[in-house]
């Protein structure tokens, strides 16, 4: 857990897309930025995200891939002959 600093009540959540809100007397609120939108601890807020790759290399080949999707982590697999390069964030490199 990120914590800001101690006049936003704002905390890091695990998903990108919600935060913690923290009340007066230490409890807190899951809450979810709006569409689109990731929260930043630095601003304590919710912003646009920039363009950024959703995959990452899985652990279980270099041809499989996880890619981020309605919250949840899903294993793809890259098509024949290649593998997964964490670089460029395609299945490109020839095997």
Known sequence: MIFVDTDCPLQTHRNPESYWHVDNFGRRYLRRCPHGQAFFAHKCS?????????LKASDKS???YEQYSNGYWIEMMCADGTAFNSNTCLCSTFI
Do not use: I, S
């Open 62 to 64: 270099p041809r499989h």
């Open 46 to 54: 919710c912003d646009h995200t920039p363009p950024a790759c959703d």
